[in-house]
């Protein structure tokens, strides 16, 4: 568990627009290549205190952001999205990557 939370903290994890997972979520890299168009790379940081946040396109293209909590649970993150329902899983793949998965 420590080793999962040592791997996230205090990093920008970037998503790579080349690369997808097999149910269509992100995959972050610490250094991905620049995404072409509008609003910026989506991003996502994980901070210690358990919450988190994401910058990305928003609906106007501009960059918006979320906020959030995180929490281990096993051998993911599960994300907790300020104000929404929604939910999304995190594992660390064996490349230095990580895939981010809607529930």
């Keep these: ?10 990093k920008t994890w970037i998503r ?4 997808r997972s097999a149910d269509q979520g992100g995959i972050y890299t ?4 620049a995404a ?14 358990g919450s988190f946040s994401m910058t990305g ?6 960059t918006g952001a979320r906020t959030g909590t995180w929490k281990i649970e096993g051998d993911r993150v599960v994300l907790g999205f300020d104000g929404h ?3 999304a899983t995190v594992q660390l ?3 230095g ?4 998965r809607g529930e």
Excluded: K, V
């Design 57 to 62: 396109p928003g609906p106007d293209d501009r």
């Design 1 to 10: 568990m420590a080793e999962l939370q040592d791997a996230l903290i205090d």
């Design 36 to 49: 072409p168009g509008r609003g910026g790379q989506e991003t996502l940081a994980f901070r210690a205190d």
């Design 93 to 95: 793949s064996g490349d």
């Design 16 to 19: 790579d627009p080349a690369r």
């Design 30 to 33: 610490l250094s991905a290549p």
């Design 85 to 87: 329902d929604a939910r």
């Design 97 to 100: 990557a990580i895939a981010l």
